[in-house]
Nanobody, 127 residues
């Protein structure tokens, strides 16, 4: 069982930056594909970004392209989401997700692809 733990959320002013981290507990994740999703109140879960197990392929949702950067450090067993130029509409609970690479047809933007989820971290963008 993989348990994912997100951290780094908080309150930030518009135009500011935050960096989220995601680390699995009790397991190395170097062979897992990782994704970030977010969900605002009353909205469906939205794809934010994804990265393959070796960092070779990266994907972004349209609303965050050019502002957010996903990365991973397998040596530190951690994935990151660097969020710059934050907007009020970025306010949501952010979740990281993981699935063992090669275990299923890769669909990075689909929440249904991922088998493991973190508990979420709140990001609020407000002045």
């Amino acid at each position: 069982q993989v348990q994912l733990v997100e951290s780094g959320g908080g309150l930030v002013q518009p135009g500011g930056s935050l960096r989220l981290s995601c680390a699995p507990s009790g397991r190395t994740f170097s062979n897992y594909n990782m994704g970030w999703f977010r969900q605002a109140p009353g909205m469906d879960r939205e794809f934010v970004a994804a990265i393959t197990w070796n960092g070779g392929n990266i994907y972004y949702g349209e609303s965050v392209k050019g502002r957010f950067t996903i990365s991973r450090d397998n040596g530190k067993n951690t994935a990151y989401l660097q969020m710059n130029s934050l907007k009020p509409e970025d306010t949501a609970i952010y979740y990281c997700a993981a699935r063992l690479a090669g275990s299923y047809t890769y669909r990075p933007q689909s929440p249904e692809y991922y088998g493991y989820w973190g508990q979420g971290t709140q990001v609020t963008v407000a002045s």
